[in-house]
């Protein structure tokens, strides 16, 4: 079983900047792909930014050129650097980290319990 822990949400004006932090712990995996998600009410999840395990990233769009997406392999932890936001980013971040069971070599999927990020005046 793998737990994922999401910190550095909040409440920040536009133009402003905030980081997430995702953290995977437990045991008998090796995590793979970790990416951000964000989701706002009435609307489906929508992809922000990924990083598989090698050095590429993928970013949407809307988000490129203002947002960075890193990881740290030692800590299993994923993390989004958001510089100048937009009230349009304001939603519920999630993380999302697939990972690869040493046992039965499956991937499984796992969801953090999501951030809320509001940009607002």
């Known amino acids: 079983q793998v737990q994922l822990v999401e910190s550095g949400g909040g409440l920040v004006q536009p133009g402003g900047s905030l980081r997430l932090s995702c953290a995977a712990s437990?045991?008998?995996?090796?995590?793979?792909?970790m990416a951000w998600y964000r989701q706002v009410p009435g609307k489906e999840r929508e992809l922000v930014a990924a990083?598989?395990?090698?050095?590429?990233?993928n970013y949407a769009d809307s988000v490129k050129g203002r947002f960075t997406i890193s990881r740290d392999n030692s800590k299993n932890t994923v993390y989004l650097q958001m510089n100048s936001l937009k009230p349009e980013d304001t939603a519920v971040y999630y993380c999302?980290?697939?990972?690869?069971?040493?046992?039965?070599?499956?991937?499984?999927?796992?969801w953090g319990q999501g951030t809320q990020v509001t940009v607002s005046s």
């Open positions: 999302n980290v697939k990972v690869l069971n040493r046992a039965s070599l499956r991937e499984y999927t796992y």
């Open positions: 437990g045991s008998g995996f090796s995590v793979n792909t």
């Open positions: 990083r598989p395990s090698g050095r590429s990233t």
